[in-house]
């Protein structure tokens, strides 16, 4: 009952957050952008849109400006739909220079199985210097962000409560936008349609990503409109946002089975079905400011050209009687105005195209992401979590903070933090306070802290560590995928001991930098969920006491993960991590079970040797270096430690239909075989040293009658101090959140110890 108790509290986390504690999810890595010049933005409004531009752009924007309203009336009647909110739209002269944009670097987050990427509530496009494919480009992006607001809401909260159970496939909405954008088909379209198809055949439409998924969708949003009416498009999209199944809501639309489908849609594109229609032109009108587009179809002829006793079925009048009918069905069902839908807007006359003069572009700071959820923390268990990120709209400027509080109010940790992207060197400033409250209970209960620093079960304790930190964050980014950072740093580390009569503070003050070489060219992959890629970190740190040079301390640590599709929902994903402590005050790392489990079990450690404790102040720098399945938790520590961990990682949702499945939970259901390695140590000796906490023992001093013994011996064996662990677990989304639950065994010195059970929260390893 316990564990079901916590599981719920849990539940209630998104993210873990405890300042540097756990080293997989913890770990910070990130693709960046570069800035080549600073650019000084000027905002422009129309009927319906903003257009931000600079320099250089402002016949982009007014050409921008008479394309968007031109086509706003045509995108707005497909969709069935229009915001409610002003689009805004960031105008670059060239590619080149729309690269160092920061838009959507900062803001996706890990939801559901997938990214949640917020900065779809904007959109930014180049011109290319071709008006056609510029155009194209324009009205494509703006028919994706009509789908995506009409499917998931404008509001944070309405993006985060659909996504929990809306996952739509990718060429479901780069199709639909793709269809608006371009108008009818061509040869060339048609040709590229069958080559795609064939290309393709086999794999699973939710398969499908980039170009291939855009081409098929966009034919299949054709294929709709022609064979069964344009109006079923929106009709399908509005039922997408109810019953939050795409499949479902064309085959419910349609009246036929996906399946069956699916096969008249290859019939009609494979066995030439499908006709070339002539692009639409582009005719100006006197003042150029409501072009009008002329397909150059002869309709009437068609109408009138019927042959005897033939029936035209396309084009016919409806009986009054029956078309009101119709409207007062529809206006039962979807009302006049809802959060999604705006009738009045779609059935007004076309406004008079109307511009602003130009105007001083306003930054805006906006909510980016805010939640409150339970954390697992190490040392101080259970804990409440609120944190709230800010930024504007062009990204430039993030602000986070953090608070997290246990029930005893003196165990918490602030966290507040400023980051600038602006410029070509990117640079940020953090501040920190961590309090940990230490007792006598925390040595019964949490007793593996107290290890390395050879206190002793029983011993009386009332003790306060409270560490203030400042960091300073520079950044000069080499490549999108590669970037150098230092980061200069002063804390102060305080224990106040409370049973000692005058209350005094022991003090530390130190001074320190940090170097890191960061490379990341991971992406999300739609289709199956995972990162695909490689991620590296390689950092070192100096650290300086500015009163005792015995505290001084430093550290190496490097971390590589590579993430590799063997075939489509199966993936390979590894993890080897180093780390060194070394210096006058080498500080612990531990090793032995997973990160925010809920049902951890600490490793009853062998009895501590009772001489003289050491600095209660190093536990706030202790640092988890991730998971070791099959053993409990901390069974390992050291000041240097070698960690491998390797998975297999199956996506089940490739090998079943999802029209089938409509649970968020089934969908994300992954299946994972894994392998960790590892070992931790004292000293330059290497692990098979007598220094291993592993292969040290003391016998004796242990607690008799209430009092501690003064009789022990140190004895020392010589087990292989690497430490393995196999076995399988499930990953799923219970309620949006990532949810693992794992069975390992563990091999020690050639020994297979009994399967352990673990439940936990978290993405990655």
Do not use: C
Not at 93 to 106: D, F, K, V
Not at 292 to 304: C, E, G, R, W, Y
Not at 745 to 751: A, I, Q, S, V, Y
């Amino acid at each position: 009952m316990k564990n079901v108790f916590t599981l719920l509290l849990l539940l209630g986390s998104m993210t873990a957050f405890s300042q540097g504690y756990y080293s997989v999810t913890q770990e910070t890595f990130g693709r960046n952008r570069i800035q080549l010049r600073k650019l000084d933005w000027k905002t422009i409004n129309s009927n319906n849109f903003e257009f931000n531009y600079y320099r250089g752009g402002q016949d982009i924007a007014m050409k921008a400006a008479k394309i968007a309203e031109g086509e706003y009336r045509k995108i707005t009647e497909i969709l069935g739909y229009t915001p409610f909110t002003t689009m805004k739209i960031f105008l670059y002269n060239t590619p080149r220079q729309m690269e160092q944009s920061n838009i959507g670097l900062t803001t996706p987050i890990e939801y559901d199985g997938g990214i949640l990427n917020l900065s779809r509530s904007r959109i930014e496009i180049p011109y290319t210097g071709n008006d056609s494919i510029f155009k194209t480009q324009l009205v494509e992006e703006i028919s994706g962000l009509f789908v995506y607001d009409m499917l998931y809401g404008g509001s944070l909260k309405e993006v985060l409560q659909s996504s929990l159970l809306l996952t739509v496939p990718e060429w479901y909405m780069s199709g639909i936008a793709a269809y608006i954008a371009k108008d009818g088909m061509t040869t060339e379209d048609l040709d590229k349609v069958k080559e795609t198809i064939l290309r393709n055949d086999g794999k699973k439409l939710n398969h499908l990503s980039s170009e291939d998924a855009e081409v098929i969708g966009q034919s299949i949003w054709h294929y709709i409109a022609e064979r069964y009416g344009r109006d079923n498009i929106s009709n399908i999209l509005n039922l997408t946002r109810i019953i939050r199944a795409e499949q479902s809501s064309i085959t419910s639309t349609l009246g036929i089975s996906f399946n069956r489908f699916i096969e008249q849609w290859k019939a009609y594109y494979l066995t030439n079905g499908a006709s070339a229609e002539p692009k639409s032109v582009v005719v100006p009108s006197p003042d150029d400011q409501k072009p009008n587009f002329n397909k150059n179809v002869n309709q009437v002829p068609k109408l009138a050209n019927l042959k005897d006793g033939e029936v035209d079925t396309e084009h016919y009048e409806f009986e009054e009687v029956n078309v009101l009918k119709s409207k007062e069905l529809l206006s039962d069902i979807l009302p006049e105005q809802t959060s999604t839908f705006n009738r009045s807007r779609l059935t007004r006359d076309t406004e008079e195209f109307k511009i602003s003069p130009p105007k001083a572009y306003q930054n805006l700071l906006l909510t980016q992401d805010l939640k409150t959820e339970i954390f697992n923390d190490p040392v101080r268990r259970l804990g409440l979590n609120a944190s709230l990120s800010l930024n504007d709209l062009l990204e430039n400027h993030v602000i986070d903070f953090n608070l997290f509080i246990t029930p005893t109010l003196k165990n918490h940790d602030i966290k507040a933090s400023y980051f600038n992207y602006e410029k070509r060197v990117d640079w940020g400033l953090t501040f920190e306070r961590r309090s940990l409250i230490l007792d006598t209970r925390t040595i019964d209960k949490q007793s593996y802290i107290f290890n390395p620093l050879n206190f002793v079960s029983g011993q009386l304790l009332n003790r306060r560590i409270i560490l203030h930190k400042l960091v300073g964050t520079v950044s000069y980014p080499l490549s999108q995928n590669l970037k150098v950072n230092f980061l200069p740093t002063v804390f102060f580390n305080n224990d106040i001991d409370y049973f000692e009569v005058s209350n005094d503070i022991r003090k530390n003050s130190y001074a320190g930098v940090k170097a890191e070489i960061v490379y990341d060219n991971t992406k999300k992959l739609l289709g199956d969920g995972f990162l695909s890629g490689t991620r590296a970190k390689v950092s070192y740190q100096k650290n300086i006491a500015f009163s005792n040079p015995e505290e001084n301390f430093n550290g190496l640590n490097i971390d590589l993960r590579h993430y590799q599709n063997l075939t489509p929902g199966i993936q390979f994903a590894g993890r080897f991590n180093f780390g060194n402590s070394y210096g006058m005050s080498p500080k612990y790392t531990f090793l032995g079970g997973m990160e925010n489990t809920l049902n951890r079990d600490i490793y009853s450690s062998p009895n501590q040797i009772g001489e003289t404790p050491g600095n209660l102040k190093d536990i706030v720098f202790y640092n988890y270096a991730g998971n070791l399945r099959g053993f409990d938790f901390a069974k390992l520590y050291g000041t240097k430690h070698i960690l491998v961990n390797l998975e297999i990682r199956l996506s089940l949702a490739n090998y079943f239909s999802k029209n089938t499945v409509t649970s968020s939970m089934i969908r994300n259901l992954q299946l994972v075989l894994f392998n960790d390695i590892g070992t931790a140590w004292n000293g330059d000796k290497g692990p098979w040293s007598r220094q291993n906490s592993l292969n040290t023992q003391v016998i004796g001093g242990s607690k008799v009658e209430g009092v501690n013994s003064p009789f022990y011996a140190v004895v020392t064996n010589f087990k292989n101090p690497f430490l393995s662990g196999y076995g399988g677990g499930i990953r799923t989304t219970i309620l949006g959140f990532f949810v693992k639950a794992d069975y390992a065994f563990g091999l020690e010195n050639k020994e297979l110890s009994k399967g352990k059970f673990y439940l936990s929260l978290g993405h990655d390893f």
